[in-house]
T-cell receptor, first 109, second 112 residues
């Protein structure tokens, strides 16, 4: 089993749609969680951290369920500019960041 | 403020040649990471340093790969000899503490 697993994608959605990505992780001792965004042929960039209480940044909402070892990212009112690959990232206790394979999102007009 | 700087941005070389990739982390960051990304394997951590000291090199694929960090503002990743299967995008990232990492633009390596 991979340490971090994400929805395979790609997700093709129309502008204005709401889309959700899921991610599961295997190390129950993991401390910190993040979503990164990677545009085509560019470097990954930190999108947001994920907190146990859930957190929101504009149209983006991240949630963490420690009991189920599950992380989600919800994007509301999707824009063409949201098209990218979204990487789920986990920081196990005392360890290095573990990146998921990524989920590709394509927002169409 | 300047982000992580990598050079060269693109490198095309022939099999058997030595390749050196360079990275300048964000000033004040104490961690530096080298990653490799391919379509097949995704983003893989090769090695990381804390305060210029290598902490974990378990991701380095084999002895052909080596990395150094002679000071807080410079690191190199060397491949000698290079092989076609080394073709990938190599990212350097830095962070203050090891979690929220900032990536450089990457070096796209093609070995023919």
């Amino acid at each position: 089993r991979k340490e971090v697993e994400q929805d395979p994608g790609p997700f093709n959605v129309p502008e204005g749609a709401t889309v959700a990505f899921n991610c599961t992780y295997s190390n129950s001792a993991s401390q910190s969680f993040f979503w990164y965004r990677q545009d085509c042929r560019k470097e990954p960039k930190l999108l947001m951290s994920v907190y146990s209480s859930g957190n929101e940044d504009g149209r983006f909402t991240a949630q963490l369920n420690r009991a189920s070892q599950y992380i989600s990212l919800l994007i509301r009112d999707s824009k063409l500019s949201d098209s990218a690959t979204y990487l789920c990232v986990v920081f196990p206790y005392g360890g290095k960041l573990i990146f998921g394979q990524g989920t590709e999102l394509s927002v169409k007009p | 403020d300047a982000g992580v700087i990598q050079s060269p941005r693109h490198e095309v070389t022939e099999m058997g040649q030595e390749v050196t990739l360079r990275c300048k982390p964000i000033s004040g960051h104490d961690y530096l990471f080298w990653y490799r990304q391919t379509m097949m394997r995704g983003l893989e951590l090769l090695i990381y340093f804390n305060n210029n000291v290598p902490i974990d090199d378990s991701g380095m694929p084999e002895d052909r790969f080596s990395a150094k960090m002679p000071n807080a503002s410079f690191s190199t990743l060397k491949i000698q000899p290079s092989e076609p299967r080394d073709s990938a995008v190599y990212f350097c990232a830095s962070s203050l503490g090891s979690t929220m990492q900032y990536f450089g633009p990457g070096t796209r390596l093609t070995v023919t």
